[in-house]
């Protein structure tokens, strides 16, 4: 466990894959799972003394599978453990040693996770008035209300909604360091998502504006955040959390839940790029250049450094007529796009 604390130490911040670094989240959930992973070759797997983390065998690893099998644990959930491992392994030299799920059983129709969005999940597909439903929160707490809309018209996650300061984070164009000649407004929000990694919004409509000045009606200074000043980002995270269930937001309830804000103003991003609906909300025959141009936006938009993440949002793009690619597609490699 020495052994394995260093490795931590020297490693953990990093991507398994990428030259970059990953998110507190993700060093958390990655080490307290190493941890255990090595008490429960003993406690569970029956090892009678575990081995050094470079001395770890592919026994270990095949028990572990069927430790988690019996415990009915979801395949992508184990699929999650082996990344882990993956990881583990790529910090001590042996970047083959964690074979594919198949190697310990597990049926790829079970394990892979499909990118593109089955159905749409936005409040209004579901029939729930957003306006209605704030001005509900609202009446229970404001703060947690005013998090809600800037979700709904930024398409912020929930941690970027609470932690967003509504007077540093909005500045004008000539601020953001973008390239002259990109601006699609005036005024920018400055967002730091997931793994510290920034994007500007731009601060484009009535409603994007009105959410920006419920913010700062409500911000007791001006570097003040969403979050109630009295209280830990954890703690403001649970409270609005409880909000959610409270007011029945969730999928046993209405059938919605908060990510649902920023799924809906992603998929009108892409309609009006894109001149229709996306795939998921019915749509599906835009021309391939546009759908391409749509998706491009709404991935910098969410936050993301791909370009198929959109599909998550959106669904998948509608099928090409034979041999017709969209502008600027070069067939092999148009998938990715750097985060603005």
Same mark, same amino acid.
């Not at 579901?126 to 398409?155: C, N, T």
């Not at 929000?189 to 919004?201: E, S, Y």
């Given at each position: ?200 919004? +731009?601060? %484009?409509?009535?409603?994007? !504006?009105?959410? &920006? ?5 409500? $911000?007791?200074? #001006?570097? /003040? ?62 021309? +391939?250049? %546009?759908?391409?141009?749509? !998706?491009?936006? &709404? ?5 993301? $450094?791909?370009? #198929?993440? /959109? ?30």
């Amino acid at each position: 466990m020495r052994v394995l604390e260093v490795l931590l130490e020297l490693f953990n911040a990093r991507h398994t894959a990428l030259e970059k670094t990953v998110s507190h989240k993700t060093r958390q959930e990655r080490a307290n799972f190493l941890r255990r992973f090595f008490r429960d070759l003993g406690r569970k797997a029956g090892f009678p003394s575990l081995p050094d983390p470079r001395n770890l065998g592919q026994k270990h690893v095949q028990a572990m599978v069927q430790v988690w099998q019996r415990e009915q644990l979801a395949p992508a959930t184990i699929q999650t453990y082996l990344s882990f491992l993956r990881g583990l392994a790529s910090w001590m030299g042996k970047p083959g040693f964690i074979r594919k799920p198949e190697h310990y059983g597990l049926v790829p129709s079970e394990f892979q996770r499909h990118e593109n969005a089955q159905r749409d999940k936005s409040w209004a597909a579901h029939g729930v008035d957003v306006d209605a439903a704030l001005a509900q929160v609202e009446s229970f707490d404001a703060r947690i209300a005013a998090s809600m809309r800037l979700m709904d018209a930024l398409a912020l996650r929930r941690k970027e909604s609470v932690t967003f300061r509504p007077f540093q984070d909005v500045v004008p164009f000539a601020f953001t360091g973008l390239s002259e000649g990109s601006g699609r407004a005036d005024v920018y929000v400055r967002i730091k998502g997931k793994g510290g990694r920034v994007r500007w919004l +731009p601060v %484009q409509t009535q409603e994007q !504006r009105d959410a &920006v000045a419920k913010a700062r009606a409500l $911000a007791g200074s #001006r570097d /003040a955040h969403m979050g109630d000043p009295a209280h830990s980002l954890k703690s403001n995270l649970r409270r609005l959390d409880y909000a959610m269930r409270k007011f029945g937001f969730t999928g046993g309830g209405r059938g919605v839940t908060m990510h649902g804000l920023r799924h809906g103003r992603l998929q009108a991003i892409y309609e009006e790029i894109a001149g229709e609906p996306a795939p998921v909300c019915g749509g599906g025959s835009a021309d +391939p250049a %546009q759908d391409r141009a749509a !998706r491009l936006v &709404v991935s910098r938009t969410a936050g993301h $450094a791909r370009l #198929r993440a /959109a599909a998550a949002y959106l669904g998948g793009p509608g099928p090409r007529r034979t041999g017709q690619h969209p502008a600027g597609f070069e067939p092999g490699d148009g998938t990715s796009a750097k985060t603005g």
